[in-house]
């Protein structure tokens, strides 16, 4: 596999930034691409996965763009107080230039997104909300309710959370359960949401049981994944 930094200007967060990228450099590996975007967590950026995982050698030989973006601390969301646009930048600024740039199937089959964490959110809230542009979606540890619950140990970890979300990102467009509970018509009928399904209850018993301690904004389950994503065809 090939490996570049892609250092470029994102007009949706009016400033400069880079993504890692992985692609294939056997030229008989058939073309067109698929694209892997893989989202990093809060303490990290767009180095973590070459420095700390073996995601080349897990990929190897496979025809498959690998991008690692930069979310900043930005949890992947348009902030609230509109300073800045991380969603906007994955979803216009990096995909765009990687469509444009790459070998890459330029359409909602050839592509998938995932994370760790924070990006374990970024991936279902942005799959979830942009399911016309990604097939698949897997998330590691994903902090999904993080963003319902403003505690004071939710604003330690993250102080930037209330810029980005406001006081609670609870029933709105940046709240995964909100989404599939806005669009459950969509969902119903489609087996690999049945894991969301049972996350989603099980996230209100757990809220509800933990409703007067200050753990609240750990909500399990931590580990699961959405294998795909059902579209409008």
């Not at 990102?169 to 359960?177: E, L, M, R, S, W």
Request: with cysteine; proline share 7%; hydrophobic share 40%.
């Amino acid at each position: 596999m090939a490996f570049a930094t892609i250092h470029y200007h994102s007009r949706s967060l009016n400033k400069a930034s880079s993504f890692n990228v992985l692609f294939p450099d056997d030229p008989a590996t058939p073309r067109p691409w698929s694209a892997f975007y893989l989202l990093h967590g809060l303490s990290d950026d767009h180095t973590i996965w070459m420095r700390r995982t073996s995601i080349e050698r897990y990929v190897g030989g496979l025809p498959l763009v690998v991008v690692m973006p930069d979310g900043g601390r930005g949890w992947y969301t348009n902030s609230a107080d509109g300073e800045s646009r991380y969603e906007d930048d994955l979803i216009r600024d990096v995909v765009g230039l990687v469509d444009r740039t790459f070998p890459v199937k330029a359409e909602r089959g050839g592509r998938a997104i995932g994370g760790l964490s924070m990006g374990g959110y970024g991936a279902v809230k942005i799959g979830l909300k942009h399911h016309e542009m990604f097939a698949s979606v897997n998330s590691h540890s994903g902090a999904l309710g993080f963003p319902r619950l403003m505690s004071a140990e939710a604003v330690k970890r993250s102080p930037e959370a209330p810029r980005i979300f406001g006081p609670s990102a609870k029933g709105g467009p940046d709240d995964p359960f909100a989404i599939v509970e806005g669009q459950r018509d969509r969902f119903l009928d489609h087996d690999a949401f049945t894991c969301f399904e049972h996350g989603l209850r099980l996230f209100r018993v757990v809220t509800a049981r933990r409703a007067d301690r200050d753990q609240v904004d750990v909500i399990p389950p931590r580990q699961f994944a959405i294998v795909s994503v059902p579209g409008d065809a």
